[in-house]
């Protein structure tokens, strides 16, 4: 595997309790990755594969910052590899407290960071915080995107961001990525976000293309779940039946289980063709199942390949005669 940024989901706690979470994440949740085994994971995977980056995920981190704090140090230190992290921001209580942890981080190693800025979110905290962490972070240099979830009923869109969070025209020059996102039918976007909001579209020219992250963002869960990247959901049900499973922890190595998801006939025609390109040929060989037909983005067709039973059912023999063509 070459290149890749490891994803390394701390906790399934979080704070929040966001209607479109995909993990489920909430207050309640206790999953939490012990920072021995952390380590463990990024000592194995440095000493087999290229990484680039280690992503630091939830949940939220930051409810554990200390071990936040100890592992970006630690791949730095250790390997010169840089950190990242994705977080709702809620600890920023002030200017004071963003530059403290932010520079704090940085002196660790941390070079990236993703915050989310959207309604959803904006529902359990402030706007404050957002803005204190993002103009940190345009101060010490790191690179920053900011996540802007959109469904048909929110009233803040990726336009509105630069405004809210008083990010000037020489601020967005410096690089501040701002993506607009839609919604995974997985977690509680299933039972908290009603259908007629989500913007899903019947052209394929919004959902059939190559995956340029499956493979590239390995993520490893607080159970041990491997998965060839982060839109696959909650693991605490079924974690084998999720999106790009590709082993556990617990059951094999993390060597072994990253070699054989390069190896993965369905992973590589993710990589190189996107899923579309096998739900559109087993359309043709099945007329007869009936499929969603409007989606979100390329990662909603992996919901029905993976989610939709007939389908699921149909791509594995499909999968099957592909691979006895190859031998
Ligand atoms: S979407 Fe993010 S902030 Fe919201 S509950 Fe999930 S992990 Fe927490
Ligand atoms: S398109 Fe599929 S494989 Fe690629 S990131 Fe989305 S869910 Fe994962």
Redesign the pocket.
């Known amino acids: 595997m070459d290149g890749i940024s490891l994803n390394l989901i701390l906790t399934y706690k979080?704070n929040?309790?966001?209607d479109?979470?995909i993990?489920n994440?909430?207050p309640s949740r206790e999953e939490t990755m012990k920072i021995y085994q952390a380590k463990e994971y990024i000592d194995k995977v440095v000493s087999t594969t290229n990484v680039n980056q280690i992503g630091y995920t939830?949940?939220?981190p930051f409810l554990y910052y200390e071990m936040l704090k100890e592992l970006i140090g630690y791949s730095y230190n250790e390997y010169g590899i840089a950190g990242g992290v994705v977080t709702?921001c809620f600890w920023a209580k002030s200017e004071k407290e963003a530059d403290h942890k932010l520079e704090e981080l940085y002196n660790n190693g941390l070079r990236s960071i993703v915050v989310?800025c959207d309604s959803?979110?904006l529902k359990?905290g402030s706007i404050k915080p957002i803005e204190y962490v993002v103009h940190k972070s345009l101060d010490l240099g790191l690179t920053i995107c900011i996540n802007t979830v959109v469904t048909k009923d929110v009233s803040i869109s990726k336009n509105d961001i630069p405004r809210l969070l008083k990010l000037t025209d020489d601020d967005m020059e410096n690089g501040i990525i701002i993506k607009e996102i839609g919604l995974l039918r997985l977690g509680r976007t299933l039972t908290h976000i009603p259908e007629d909001c989500l913007i899903e579209t019947e052209d394929e020219m919004y959902f059939n293309g190559a995956c340029p992250f499956v493979l590239k963002i390995p993520t490893i869960t607080p159970r041990g779940s491997v998965y060839s990247c982060c839109c696959f959901g909650d693991d605490e049900v079924n974690p084998t039946e999720l999106i790009g499973y590709g082993g556990n922890v617990n059951h094999d190595s993390i060597e072994n289980i990253l070699t054989n998801m390069e190896g993965n006939l369905l992973f590589n025609i993710f990589k190189y063709k996107g899923p579309y390109s096998l739900l559109k040929t087993i359309k043709e060989r099945r007329s007869d199942i009936e499929i969603r037909g409007k989606y979100l983005s390329n990662c909603d067709i992996c919901v029905e390949l993976y989610h939709n039973p007939q389908v699921k059912e149909e791509l594995k023999k499909l999968l099957r005669e592909m691979a006895y063509q190859n031998l």
Request: glycine fraction near 12%; include cysteine; hydrophobic fraction near 0%.
């Open positions: 979080c929040y309790e966001c479109h979470c993990s994440c909430s939830g949940g939220e709702n989310s959803y979110h359990y």
